[in-house]
């Protein structure tokens, strides 16, 4: 069982809250039904305690509940309404070792577009993907959304990209390898391919995130 007294790092998850998401079914079916603003939040939170079990967070897992990340995000996103008025917000929840939430919320300039059925691909913003020249070693660091990137950071750095993205080179990325060559996922982004009309992803056994978008592509599979 972890130290939290010594850990160095949090959980960490990205989610988005837009109005426009509560007329989307599959986030209304995730969410148990009733429409919600943020996007496939349960998801979230379920990675969220899955990875403190992985990192020997006990405490942490059995004091964190669902009806608090809810709060932590509605309070946030009420602060921060009164400066964006209406624009949607990019969520950044940390679960920290103690099992608290931290959220933060910064405003997203893009339409909600995702490549997946169901939201007009002409919304989705093309992106310069390179291959990694090196290759990514599966770990812990890899397997979870933590908040240490020293993987994610040396593949960027071998394609000279910043340890993270800027206004200028966020639509660039780089896509990871593992030690036998399988395609694991890009610095900051899951990846998936449309085949015969189902969504491929790569298998977690690759050393990749277990993304939550990965996990609604594989219900549409």
Sequence with gaps: MADADNVQYSLLSTTRFDHALKDVAWNTRVNG???????????????????????????SRQRTNYADLVATCDDVVKAARPQYDSTPLRLRILLLPDGTFKVTATP??????????????????EKIIYLDSGRTSPSIFTTTKTTQREPYNAARARVHLSPMP?????????LLRNDEDI???????NIAFLRDSRWITPRVTSGCLSGVMRRLMRQWG
């Design 183 to 189: 395609l694991m996922e890009t610095s900051i982004r």
């Design 33 to 59: 039904g009733q429409p919600s603003p943020y996007m496939l939040l349960p998801y979230h939170f379920d990675r969220l305690t899955a990875a403190a079990g992985d990192h020997g967070w006990i405490a």
């Design 108 to 125: 997203l300039g893009t339409p909600c577009g995702f490549y997946i059925p169901a939201l007009p691909e002409e919304n989705s913003v």
């Design 166 to 174: 800027t206004a200028a080179d966020a639509h660039i990325d780089v």
